[in-house]
């Protein structure tokens, strides 16, 4: 099968997170149909990341996860570009690697394994189950794929996500000094936030914001009890001095609930490939057994989560040229 049947295949299995078992199996039986050796892990019930080898302990392996964003769309095509879900975030990817491999195969490179999570674009379930699988431990390089426009990545920042939540007390609204208001208290937290340097890093860039979520409140004539805003930060530092400038905002006014938290990571620069800090997060933190990350993958992040989402046919062809460029870099 050719790398944009491959990729439309692939595309056709809807397999947003927590529902990627049917492209788990597609994936399984076509690499074993060309001769791999294929383990499906589990990490849930109905949820299973592909492993998958030519020789036992490979040295280099090519990942990125199985898993999209809601909703489907099924995959249509011009002379130019696949259109759909997944078409570069990140099933082209999948399609653009197994080709890769195939080729390095045929020049009799095996050292060479395939892995594809699960969950990746929820909470890295899959990742964090396959980072202590036994066959990490030989893994000396990992090439992650995510739409970096086929640019080698060789930073990605952070992501720190958290809820501020306030209380107050409910009152009828024409006697509001018998009540306290939640929303009030949270929007001066989320001013005070709004207003606050956070740092810069010359190599990652700036430390972003996203008051992404804002709820609360139960009815117009009454003082509001409750109230709750969701964060996200893209981290160009470590988390700790962050979410200790956080704490001191919200102190006394609210509380911090901390949901999910990656590091920002520095990945292998390698001579000959062009280079770039990317802000989006990708399984690699998660997978710190998984020997010496890298990422690169065809197709843009700002289409990646659009309806408008596509891949351009020449960028997949050029991505299968990179992957194997760097995968004989890596092995010799
Ligand atoms: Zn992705």
Redesign the pocket.
């Known amino acids: 099968m050719n790398l944009f049947e491959l990729t439309k295949s692939l595309m056709s299995i809807p397999s947003v997170s927590g529902d990627e078992e049917a492209v788990g199996f597609y994936l399984r039986d076509h690499l074993q149909s060309l001769g791999w050796k294929v383990e499906l892990q589990a990490v849930s019930e109905n949820q299973n990341n592909v492993i998958a080898y030519l020789n036992d302990a490979p040295g280099v392996w090519l990942s ?2 199985m ?2 964003v809601p909703p489907f769309i099924p995959p249509t095509e011009d002379d130019e570009k696949i259109y759909g879900r997944g078409a ?3 099933k082209g ?1 999948i399609a653009a690697q197994i080709t890769a491999a195939e080729q390095l195969r045929k020049e009799g490179m095996t050292d060479v394994g395939l892995l594809y999570n699960v969950e ?2 929820r909470s890295s379930t899959g990742a964090k189950v396959v980072n202590n699988h036994p066959l990490a431990a030989k893994c000396k390089y990992m090439i992650n ?3 970096t426009d086929n640019d080698l990545a060789i930073g990605s920042k952070g992501t720190f996500r958290l809820n501020i939540k306030t209380t107050g007390k409910a009152a009828h609204s024409a006697y509001p000094e018998e009540g306290d208001s939640a929303i009030e208290k949270l929007l001066d937290i989320l001013e005070d936030i709004r207003h606050t340097k956070f740092p810069h890093d010359d190599f990652f860039g700036e430390t972003t914001v996203n008051i992404g979520t804002i709820d609360g409140g139960t009815a117009l004539n009454v003082i509001p009890p409750k109230a709750e805003a969701g964060l996200a930060i893209r981290l160009t530092t470590k988390r700790a001095p962050i979410e200790e400038a956080v704490r001191s905002l919200v102190r006394g006014r609210g509380d911090l609930e901390i949901l999910s938290c990656s590091e920002p990571v520095r990945m292998l620069q390698v001579d000959g490939f062009k280079q770039k800090v990317v802000r ?1 997060t ?2 690699i933190p998660h997978m710190p057994n998984w020997g010496t990350p890298l990422l690169l ?1 065809p197709g843009s ?1 700002l289409v ?2 659009t309806k408008d989402e596509f891949v351009l046919k020449k960028d997949l062809e050029t991505a299968v040229q990179l992957y194997v460029d760097l995968v004989k870099k890596l092995l010799n």
Request: charged letters at 30%; a negative charge.
């Open positions: 990125t996860h898993d999209t570069c975030d990140a990817i990746e674009e794929g995510e739409p989006f990708t399984d993958g992040i990646a989560h």
